[in-house]
């Protein structure tokens, strides 16, 4: 049975900031991103996804937004994150973002 999961985090511009790691014994849907800005220009923000099996950084998104804009990623689809995989953000130097994010975390059975 999956738990859902919500993290919301106001980043620190210009920061590599740690929003999410996946429990040891788990594996996540990660099938919600929401990136808020609420500066007062468009700044760029990247959101990357750390696969500790593979030893690579996937970028998720990596663009700018309008001052008081968001972007949605969701579509009905979802990336599976497996145990130790992280999620990351980086804003823009004097940027003001946030995120919210939504994992449907599954405890691993013997797989």
């Known amino acids: 049975m999956a738990r859902p999961v919500s993290v919301g985090k106001n980043l620190t511009a210009n920061t590599l900031t740690l929003i999410y790691t996946v429990p040891n014994g788990y594996y996540a849907k990660w099938n919600l991103m929401?990136?808020?800005n609420n500066g007062g220009s468009t700044?760029?923000?990247?959101?990357?996804?750390?696969d500790v099996s593979e030893s690579a950084d996937i970028y998720v998104n990596n663009g700018t937004i309008a001052s008081g804009s968001y972007v949605r990623q969701d579509g009905g689809a979802y990336v599976i994150l497996e145990e130790g995989d992280k999620i990351y953000m980086q804003s823009e130097a004097g940027s003001?973002?946030?995120t919210i994010c939504t994992f449907e975390i599954y405890k691993r059975d013997g797989l």
């Not at 700044?43 to 750390?50: E, F, N, P, R």
């Open 43 to 50: 700044k760029s923000i990247t959101a990357y996804w750390t």
């Open 34 to 36: 929401y990136l808020f």
């Open 96 to 98: 003001t973002f946030s």
